[in-house]
């Protein structure tokens, strides 16, 4: 959550971000939103550095799959409203004994249109939930998801998202950089060296914890998942006391396998605020912001009371972002030079 650059520039070109990420040498996941620069740049930085991963971030994903959803029942709407308008019309004439089978007739053509646009719209509903299924980290039935399960699941929706609303969705599910973070969880989780008993024990219980829905209610198939987290509990007991440990270690790894761009999209909030209350964002004024946010404590969640460059490790003379620009700058200069306990 840490912002490390935010320098204002003339292009967003490929050029212009490997100048930002060549000074990053131990950078091994890249995370990001599809834009054109961007995504040139990444692909010759892997060139540079095959233990580089670049992943496309399943937030915009979402999101441009979502709206093109939305269009998609509007569309079936907007077709059911002019149908029912121009049905209402054929019976007003029928009411008052006039002819009105041309009015009936294009009325039927209209509730033909509108059903067939509210079944693709359905179809495409379906079909972009199994998406949404595809791209976690667990399938349904709660075992770790990879990309050959995934691949399946896409390949198999996109016929059904029609239309040129998810031509963008369409192009993004069918790079391979949107499914990396599968890749790279295949390989953090056997790196972490379980045994198969163990590993397949944890999946279980993780699997259950992160799809609560699966053991609830009186259902048969909710008693068994119930049961089979009980049996998982009592094997990792007995097989190996240290299961908690290992419990946690593979927890660790799956929340550093990022998917989402969250804590990009979060500094882009606030910057766009701003941008929205400057009329002039100079470079001097970025880097003020950018103080700002490394050392603002969080209100809530895992980081909670702890800010940016606190997480990162970083040591300084005050953890009030006012009072570090009140030191004078060869004070300042000191005490980020004098050495520090234990070293």
Known sequence: MCWLSGRLAERRDASTWLEELRPLPHLKDLLSDAGVGLCKAAKTLAAERPALRHTLDVFHLKREGNKALRRDYSAASQAMEEAAAKQAEADKLRRRGRHSSNQSTAARHRWKRAEALLDQAAASERAWREVGTAL???????????????????????????????????????????????????????????????????????????????????SPNAGAARGLALISTVQLAQSDPQWQEKLAQFRQVLQNTRRASSCVEGVNSVVRMQQARHRRMTQGLLDLKRLYWNMRPFRTGRRKNRSPYEILGVNLPTNSWWDLLELPMDVLRQRLSAPKDGE
């Open 136 to 218: 976690e980290l667990f399938t349904p039935d709660g075992r770790l998801n990879d990309r050959r399960q995934a691949e399946a699941k896409i390949q198999e929706a996109l016929p059904h998202l029609q239309g040129r609303g998810w031509a963008k969705t369409r192009r993004l599910l069918k790079r391979a950089e949107t499914l990396t973070f599968l890749d790279r969880l295949q390989e953090r989780v056997p790196a972490l060296g379980f045994s198969k008993e163990t590993l397949t024990a944890l999946e279980r219980l993780e699997g259950l914890e992160r799809q609560p829905e699966r053991s609830q209610g009186e």
